[in-house]
């Protein structure tokens, strides 16, 4: 029974994001910079923006961030602001 307790309040873990500021001022436009902060604002959300991380080509291809360590790509800057909050689900 305790297990069965433990399960149901089990804190989801926290969601580990990286942002390029190269890839958010090259993608990111003013419509959606409030979405991500409200995002941002979540307590399961932790982020850190650098100003570069690496990843060049991709950078000027698509827009994306580090989540757990895992690159997430996307067309634009609404559609994956939608990727990350499907993982906070």
């Known amino acids: 029974m305790l297990a069965f307790i433990s399960n149901l309040f089990t804190k989801k873990p926290k969601i580990n994001l990286e942002f390029c500021q190269t890839n958010l001022d090259r993608f990111l436009d003013e419509k959606q910079a409030e979405k991500y902060g409200d995002f941002l604002k979540n307590p399961r959300v932790s982020y ?26 996307a067309n634009d800057s609404g559609d ?10």
């Open 48 to 73: 850190k923006e650098y100003e570069c991380l690496s990843e060049c080509k991709l950078c000027k291809q698509s827009a994306y961030a580090k989540l757990n360590g895992t690159i997430v790509t």
């Open 80 to 89: 994956l602001l939608a990727l990350l909050k499907e993982e906070i689900k």
